[in-house]
């Protein structure tokens, strides 16, 4: 049973914030569901009054909101690091799509509370969107990737946000065992899709005759990969 909190001095407001935005994230890990976080069970796991935590957050949905934010700053650390892990800006993008999408799935009620329906405060889909159109544009700049960076931005991310929105939404799907593998072909898929299609023309050639440029296409680049790879 929580015990009741000391009142705080004058100036001591940001402090109690923090309390109460720590007590609400343990209910949060504990319960796995935002619907824990009312404002009575968050003041008593503080030791505080519920007038208290009306005195920071206005209502439910902002204390929640506030709550999911604390762990943005570590999604932004992620894309960094993956950024930074090698010189190649394609295998870099790639690195952030999956750090992006383990992120989400280590934090599925973060995720789902600032991605999953509309944002009623800071926003996070913003900070996403600057992230990914760096990575994006340093693609840009050495060619493997052609286009506008924020259009192209949002349909790679369009493709890894539907993959980790399912993990979560729908958990009982018969999902294979190896989740890494999944999220890397999805990557893979996106992103190699994208460096294709924004060198195709519109109008395709029936389906059988791309089989065949495909094919010797990826055989070319499978040949030269392999070549390259004894020197």
């Known amino acids: 049973m929580a015990t009741r909190r000391i009142r705080a001095r004058r100036g001591d407001g940001a402090l109690l914030r923090d309390e109460i935005l720590c007590a609400a994230e343990q209910l949060l890990v504990e319960t796995g569901t935002e619907d824990a976080l009312t404002l009575r069970a968050v003041a008593g796991r503080a030791g505080v009054s519920t007038p208290s935590v009306y005195l920071h957050f206005a209502d439910?949905?902002?204390?929640?909101?506030?709550?999911?934010?604390?762990?943005?700053?570590?999604?932004?650390?992620?894309?960094?690091?993956?950024?930074?892990?090698?010189?190649?800006?394609?295998?870099?993008?790639?690195?952030?799509?999956?750090?992006?999408?383990?992120?989400?799935?280590?934090?599925?009620?973060?995720?789902?509370?600032?991605?999953?329906?509309?944002?009623?405060?800071?926003?996070?889909?913003?900070?996403?969107?600057?992230?990914?159109?760096?990575?994006?544009?340093?693609?840009?700049?050495?060619?493997?990737?052609?286009?506008?960076?924020?259009?192209?931005?949002?349909?790679?991310?369009?493709?890894?946000?539907?993959?980790?929105s399912l993990f979560i939404a729908q958990p009982s799907f018969p999902w294979p065992d190896d989740r890494e593998a999944l999220i890397d072909t999805v990557v893979r898929a996106a992103g190699f899709g994208g460096a294709m299609y924004s060198r195709l023309p519109r109008d395709l050639p029936p389906s059988a005759e791309l089989a065949e440029e495909l094919d010797e296409f990826g055989a070319r680049v499978t040949t030269r990969t392999r070549a390259r790879a004894k020197r």
Request: hydrophobic share 50%; glycine share 8%; charged share 20%.
């Open 60 to 164: 439910k949905e902002a204390l929640v909101e506030a709550v999911c934010l604390r762990v943005w700053d570590e999604l932004g650390a992620l894309f960094a690091e993956a950024a930074a892990s090698c010189d190649d800006p394609f295998l870099a993008l790639g690195r952030c799509g999956r750090a992006y999408a383990r992120f989400a799935l280590d934090h599925p009620v973060q995720y789902r509370v600032l991605m999953m329906r509309p944002s009623t405060g800071e926003d996070a889909a913003a900070a996403c969107l600057r992230h990914m159109v760096g990575a994006v544009a340093a693609c840009v700049e050495t060619g493997v990737l052609r286009g506008e960076p924020e259009k192209l931005a949002l349909a790679l991310w369009s493709a890894v946000h539907g993959c980790v």
